[in-house]
């Protein structure tokens, strides 16, 4: 069964950091993109970061840049989002997702396109 579950999240004030974990499971040796995001209250939901799990190239949204990190630990099929300095507008609830690589096997891109976790969330106090 595929699960992502993330965890991290909290009450921080401005200026704070925090680290947020996604935790893979059921597509072990399958490759894919790791993506957050995240969804305010009464927003869309928006791309903050990415990376790819082969060649490691790293994905930020303009509002992150130079301020949070995205990393991953592949022998424990887990990714992290390391948030510094942050702000009261990343408030939200923040998601992982996969998308599945298009050169996977078929067995790869059912398990891992469009996979999201359940969320956590992150509140930041000015």
């Known amino acids: 069964q595929v699960q992502l579950v993330e965890s991290g999240g909290g009450s921080v004030q401005a200026g704070g950091s925090l680290r947020l974990s996604c935790v893979g499971s059921?597509?072990?040796?399958?490759?894919?993109?790791l993506s957050w995001y995240r969804q305010a209250p009464g927003k869309e939901r928006e791309f903050v970061s990415g990376i790819d799990k082969i060649s490691g190239n790293t994905y930020y949204a303009d509002s992150v840049k130079g301020r949070f990190t995205v990393s991953q630990d592949n022998a424990k099929n887990t990714a992290y989002l390391q948030m510094n300095d942050l702000k009261p507008e990343d408030t939200a609830m923040y998601f992982c997702?996969?998308?599945?690589?298009?050169?996977?096997?078929?067995?790869?891109?059912?398990?891992?396109?469009?996979?999201w976790g359940q969320g956590t969330q992150v509140t930041v106090s000015s």
């Open positions: 997702k996969t998308s599945s690589r298009p050169d996977n096997s078929r067995f790869c891109r059912d398990h891992t396109d469009n996979r």
């Open positions: 059921g597509f072990m040796g399958c490759n894919y993109v």
